[in-house]
């Protein structure tokens, strides 16, 4: 095999495998779950995706976490202040609750992450997207205007926070942003922090960077935290009654006191459906209702099972357009017409120089060509090169290594040192002797003597 083709054989698999690395971190980087995902940063659920980590720790740390799976409860829960209210699926809430979000008692604080724009507004929160990554940033808290006003976490010095940026809609001063604008706070009696990136606080991203410093400050401040865990899209809240009712419903006599601390292993404040998660609507097949149950399919497998199954597709396509494309050496074949010998030649030559096939032509013309002065030095196929050179070059007259050099040297680089040794090769070829096999020339044929003319003929 000549020198160019070794190196297509060890450059191809590399340039793949250098493909298939990158394609694997890139599509790590915009891995993004959705906050529709069963499970998402969920406090009980072990995945990737989930919220378990952060949960434990918080629990390590002497922070209560009340675990709650309806909107109401987790509202009513706040009480007694201070209490942190996380919401970390903003987009599964029912837009007849969103607006209660306004209602929390004073010493609360509302963390949202990634909310659309409808649950901004509905919240009356004074912020708008101001722009989104494709990938998640690692940023600073502190930005070219001053420095980051949460000293909470602040001691995070670079957090995955920057996906959604925001910007304030109302009075200047009155929005605190930090961290690229990925953060923004809205002081007040209820405190009210947006998170652009949900990277912090799930299990498979809470050990890169400062993510952890950044979560466990944000959350655990106030000593307790409420989470709201939603499985799915929120039901809507019951109808009001006639009588006139206040904004937020009153507490029933049997919840329980959300100052009587549970923690993850004692349950929900609920009975635990069939089927469900504890505390909310059942979470099996079936729970979504009307709204559209998704494909099994895609939640039977892990969603790194689907993005090695896309790489290795992409691999074998890639290996069959390659093979597709690549010329190897001509095959002979019984052609099915009668084709003139000129037209084949040049075809089969032209075939070998698209294909570069230098090293075997030259095997090809060398072979044809020992063959020929075998037969008529009258030397066996199995002599060996230098009797083949040295009875050859008597009969050339050339000089023994030039006739070796020419019937076993290297190949040739290029196609005009190709040309050269076939028309070499012919040349030895011509003055190594007539060939045994030459056809004798026919004799003259005598010359037609006149029929004689007989009588009568006037010829």
């Known amino acids: 095999m000549s020198a160019p083709g070794r190196r297509h054989r060890i450059i191809v698999p590399?340039?793949?495998?250098?493909?298939?690395?990158?394609?694997?971190?890139?599509?790590?980087?915009?891995?993004?779950?959705?906050?529709?995902?069963?499970?998402?940063?969920?406090?009980?659920?072990?995945?990737?995706?989930?919220?378990s980590r952060l949960a434990a720790i918080l629990g390590e740390r002497g922070v209560t976490v009340h675990r709650e799976t309806d909107t109401l409860r987790a509202l009513l829960a706040t009480r007694p202040a201070p209490t942190t209210l996380f919401v970390p699926a903003p987009e599964l809430l029912h837009p007849r609750t969103v607006g209660y979000l306004g209602l929390l008692?004073?010493?609360?604080?509302?963390?949202?992450?990634?909310?659309p724009r409808r649950v901004l507004a509905a919240a009356g929160l004074p912020l708008r997207p101001a722009g989104r990554r494709w990938a998640t940033r690692a940023v600073s808290p502190h930005g070219v205007d001053g420095s980051c006003p949460l000293a909470e976490v602040t001691p995070a010095a670079t957090a995955a926070v920057a996906r959604q940026r925001y910007a304030s809609t109302g009075a200047p001063g009155g929005v605190d942003l930090c961290y690229a604008g990925g953060l923004a706070r809205l002081p007040g009696a209820a405190e009210s922090v947006v998170v652009g990136a949900s990277d912090p606080f799930r299990n498979g991203r809470i050990d890169e960077w400062d993510?952890?410093?950044?979560?466990?400050?944000?959350?655990?401040?106030?000593?307790?935290?409420?989470?709201?865990?939603?499985?799915?899209?929120?039901?809507?809240?019951?109808?009001?009654?006639?009588?006139?009712?206040?904004?937020?419903?009153?507490?029933?006599?049997?919840?329980?006191?959300?100052?009587?601390?549970?923690?993850?292993?004692?349950?929900?404040?609920?009975?635990?459906?069939p089927g469900g998660r504890p505390g909310g609507e059942a979470s099996g097949p079936g729970s979504r209702g009307s709204s559209g149950e998704p494909n099994p399919l895609w939640s039977a497998f892990p969603p790194w099972f689907w993005a090695l199954l896309l790489q290795l597709g992409l691999a074998a396509l890639l290996i069959a357009i390659g093979r597709a494309r690549r010329l190897g050496p001509p095959t002979p074949e019984p052609l099915p017409v009668s084709v003139p010998a000129a037209e084949t030649v040049l075809g089969?030559?032209?075939?070998?120089?698209?294909?570069?096939?230098?090293?075997?032509?030259?095997?090809?013309?060398?072979?044809?060509?020992?063959?020929?002065?075998?037969?008529?030095?009258?030397?066996?196929?199995?002599?060996?090169?230098?009797?083949?050179?040295?009875?050859?070059?008597?009969?050339?007259?050339?000089?023994?290594?030039?006739?070796?050099?020419?019937?076993?040297?290297?190949?040739?680089?290029?196609?005009?040192?190709?040309?050269?040794?076939?028309?070499?090769?012919?040349?030895?070829?011509?003055?190594?002797?007539?060939?045994?096999?030459?056809?004798?020339?026919?004799?003259?044929?005598?010359?037609?003597?006149?029929?004689?003319?007989?009588?009568?003929?006037?010829?």
């Open 14 to 51: 590399v340039l793949v495998g250098v493909l298939l690395i990158a394609v694997t971190l890139v599509t790590r980087e915009i891995d993004q779950p959705d906050q529709t995902d069963r499970g998402f940063l969920s406090p009980v659920v072990t995945e990737d995706h989930g919220g």
């Open 105 to 115: 008692p004073g010493g609360t604080r509302l963390v949202l992450v990634d909310p």
């Open 348 to 459: 089969r030559g032209r075939l070998y120089q698209r294909a570069r096939a230098r090293e075997s032509t030259a095997r090809l013309l060398r072979t044809a060509t020992l063959a020929r002065l075998a037969r008529r030095v009258h030397l066996p196929a199995e002599a060996p090169p230098a009797t083949v050179a040295a009875t050859v070059a008597a009969r050339t007259g050339d000089r023994p290594d030039t006739i070796h050099e020419l019937l076993y040297g290297d190949a040739p680089p290029t196609d005009r040192n190709l040309l050269e040794l076939a028309g070499e090769l012919d040349r030895v070829t011509r003055a190594g002797g007539p060939s045994p096999a030459q056809p004798v020339a026919d004799p003259p044929a005598p010359p037609r003597l006149p029929k004689p003319r007989s009588e009568g003929d006037h010829r």
């Open 211 to 273: 993510n952890l410093v950044f979560a466990t400050g944000l959350l655990g401040t106030s000593g307790r935290v409420v989470w709201l865990d939603l499985d799915g899209p929120a039901p809507p809240p019951p109808e009001p009654s006639p009588a006139p009712t206040r904004p937020l419903p009153e507490r029933d006599d049997d919840i329980d006191d959300p100052g009587d601390p549970e923690d993850l292993d004692s349950g929900e404040s609920g009975e635990t459906a």
